[in-house]
């Protein structure tokens, strides 16, 4: 494990800890330092993932420690650019263990030998699995959102006005964050199962071939696809909306382990 | 027979009895004049004043025998409001005398409202005392004793800041709104009814730019007058169904006996309006909006109680300086009571009897002063006379004043003898603040 590496693990333990620190305290300058570890993390992370690029000539997604790593990287960058939008500063305190999780368990998993097949088809492999990779960051961002929408909706409906209603913002806010992950993340995932059926074309010969990692693809597909419709056509909102996303999200992970496990 | 008049109030309020009971015991305006009238034919209530706000009913009175004049006041709300008398009676509180000045003090000072401090009950108490002075219902000592809890009132409101931190009805209902819908601008409000707390409410919407404003109103003109002033639109009542499509936020506060919205009025609403959080206000007691509704998705229904709890933290502000307010209270009360004691007929006959034989006294030393010659047996005869004069003019006043019978006039009477003669002069030089 490299020096950078662990420093990323470092800074994202720590940032998650001052998240959690802030959340209970409300203290600004808490988040700002919680805030400035994280970019830290994700910088080291950064150089870590570009590194391994030019050591081996590719985006790092071709096992599951690697692809765990960049997940991690993944939903960190999403999520700091989203921040620049929406500032929801409560969420670094879900997304940043989320980002800890990931990194710490590629790390314990065996980085196993990547071989490296003819250029053009690995290209259409990291397009494939980058893009689906961002995309999932975004909805998985969209699920904690999700998650934490369900909790304000339950604090207002139930007119508890207890810890989490003091500290999470409107519903209004949460709902549209949760919308701009979701018209974020559907492109990618469009994009990544195209990617992939042509990569199978390439490898297999044919575009489709009804693996269960492929039908669940195009399920998790399907559910998000009838998300953003109903959002779209009948201004679904709320808390159905959210219910779904998580929803969604559990199939995407299922799909993504799958490829891996199965 | 019993002299002592006794000040009692009975009556519950927010802390002692849920909306449900509160709502079921409220008394709306119009029966008010009804429970006056018939309190008057009340034979062991005196004065009295009717007080019936979303967050407290309560009878205050004068009575000569306590025990009989409440058990009649509860008689009368369980047959009045077709209430049995168990449902309610666990909620109610009896105070008298000390305890009963007191109370009123406090509930004028707002010391005792569910948001310590907001300035909407003094206005409220003033109604109500107008309306028991209209049905003359108000003797000599509940007259002095709202005008002294305004005064108190007015006392607590400039010298503590009790009214300083922004905690009310229409504080939590834009704080709640922004929780939901992020910022209020744009965003259209519906006001059901009328009333000073919901369109203070609408008010403080309105400086937080929500908009369009539009107003329902059961009479159409009274709706035109309150849309004209937040410069909204006034609609028919029968139309509020059909706004719920296009606003965002509703305060219902409207006399309405039953719920004016049900759950089976939202039939295809959420749909036409996409789903958009829809967010209701009810500050009717009883209630406008049934609770049911706050069960539909993307839908908040807050009523008077849980409005209660949303405005808890900012009242831990108030409750200090409320200390301070306590302590005028009690200096009020202990000067109100004096007066109350000099009402007793005893101590008033003593007084006016004292003070004319002073001036008897008086006026003897200086007449036998100038006639020195004159012998012993002339002094007694002219002092024999006057005596006999002082007593003859103080006779009838004297019979009059212990005189039983003309039940609620007896504390006027006295109250005027003391002032006639001036009784309160010498031993009370403060005229009892205010």
């Avoid at chain 2, 002299?3 to 008394?27: M, Q, S, W, Y």
């Avoid at chain 2, 310590?116 to 108000?138: D, F, M, W």
């Avoid at chain 2, 002219?382 to 003019?393: F, G, N, P, Q, S």
């Amino acid at each position: 494990m490299s020096l950078f590496f662990t420093l990323t693990i470092a800074c994202y333990i720590a940032s998650s800890l001052g998240y959690q620190a802030y959340v209970l305290f409300q203290k600004r300058p808490v988040y700002r330092i919680a805030s400035i570890l994280l970019w830290v993390g994700f910088l080291c992370h950064t150089s870590v993932i570009a590194l391994q690029y030019f050591k081996t000539g590719h985006v790092p997604v071709q096992n599951l420690h690697e692809t765990l790593s960049t997940f991690g990287w993944a939903v960190v960058g999403v999520f700091l650019i989203l921040q620049i939008k929406f500032n929801l500063m409560v969420l670094g305190a879900l997304v940043a263990p989320l980002a800890t999780l990931s990194v710490i368990i590629a790390s314990i998993l065996p980085g196993p030998p990547v071989e490296i097949g003819p250029l053009f088809k690995s290209l259409w492999r990291t397009f494939h699995i980058g893009t689906l990779i961002v995309g999932n960051a975004a909805f998985a961002i969209a699920f904690l959102v999700g998650i934490l929408y369900l909790i304000q909706e339950k604090a207002i409906k139930d007119k508890k006005r207890g810890f989490f209603f003091r500290r999470l913002p409107s519903l209004k806010l949460l709902d549209s964050m949760g919308y701009t992950c979701l018209i974020a993340g559907f492109p990618m995932l469009t994009f990544g199962i195209i990617t992939g059926v042509i990569y199978a074309q390439m490898v297999r010969g044919r575009f489709w071939s009804w693996d269960p990692k492929e039908i669940f693809a195009v399920i998790t597909w399907l559910v998000y696809a009838a998300l953003l419709h109903e959002r779209l056509a009948v201004g679904w909102q709320g808390r159905r909306a959210a219910l779904m996303t998580i929803a969604g999200f559990v199939i995407l992970l299922f799909t993504f382990f799958l490829r891996f496990l199965g | 027979m019993t002299e002592k008049r006794d000040i009692v109030i009975i009556g519950l309020n927010h802390k002692t009895a849920p909306v449900e009971i509160r709502e079921r015991l409220a008394f709306p305006s119009e029966d008010t004049a009804k429970v006056l009238e018939a309190m008057r034919q009340e034979t062991y209530v005196d004065e009295i004043i009717l007080f019936s706000t979303c967050n407290r009913v309560e009878f205050l009175f004068t009575t000569q025998d306590m025990p009989k004049a409440v058990e009649a006041v509860k008689d009368f709300v369980a047959k009045f409001k077709k209430t049995p008398r168990d449902v309610f009676e666990q909620a109610l509180y009896v105070y008298n005398g000390e305890e009963a000045v007191q109370h009123i003090f406090r509930v004028a000072s707002s010391l005792d409202s569910m948001v310590v401090g907001e300035p909407q009950i003094l206005g409220q108490i003033k109604e109500a005392y107008q309306e028991a002075s209209n049905h003359r219902t108000c003797g000599v000592i509940l007259n002095r004793l709202m005008h002294r809890s305004f005064s108190v009132a007015k006392r607590v409101r400039t010298e503590t800041g009790i009214g300083g931190h922004a905690v009310s009805i229409s504080y939590a209902a834009v704080e709640l709104g922004r929780k939901i819908f992020d910022v209020l601008e744009g965003k259209a409000v519906l006001l059901i009814g009328a009333g000073e707390m919901a369109e203070l409410a609408v008010e403080h919407l309105v400086t937080n730019r929500a908009s369009p404003i539009f107003v329902a109103n059961r009479t159409f003109e009274r709706g035109l007058e309150i849309a004209e002033r937040f410069k909204g639109t006034a609609i028919r009542f029968e139309e509020i169904c059909d706004y719920l499509k296009q606003v965002d936020i509703v305060i219902s506060s409207t006399g309405a006996p039953h719920y004016i919205l049900v759950r089976d009025d939202f039939k295809g609403v959420m749909r036409a309006r996409k789903n958009r959080p829809l967010f209701f206000i009810d500050i009717a007691v009883p209630r406008d909006i049934d609770p049911e509704i706050n069960h539909i998705d993307n839908v908040y229904v807050y009523d008077i109680d849980d409005l209660k709890s949303a405005i808890q933290e900012n009242i831990d502000e108030r409750q200090r300086e409320a200390l301070r307010a306590e302590r005028i209270v009690d200096e009020a009360v202990v000067m109100f009571l004096r007066w109350v004691q000099s009402l007793d007929v005893v101590p008033t006959i003593v007084a006016l009897r004292d003070k004319i034989e002073e001036i008897r006294q008086a006026e003897l030393k200086k007449t036998f002063a100038s006639m020195a010659s004159v012998s012993e047996e002339s002094r007694a005869a002219i002092d024999r006379l006057t005596a006999a004069l002082v007593k003859k003019i103080l006779h009838d006043p004297t019979v009059f004043l212990k005189q039983s019978g003309h039940k609620d006039k007896k504390s006027l009477y006295i109250d005027i003898t003391r002032k006639l003669f001036n009784l309160d002069a010498q031993n009370n030089r403060k005229p009892d603040m205010g």
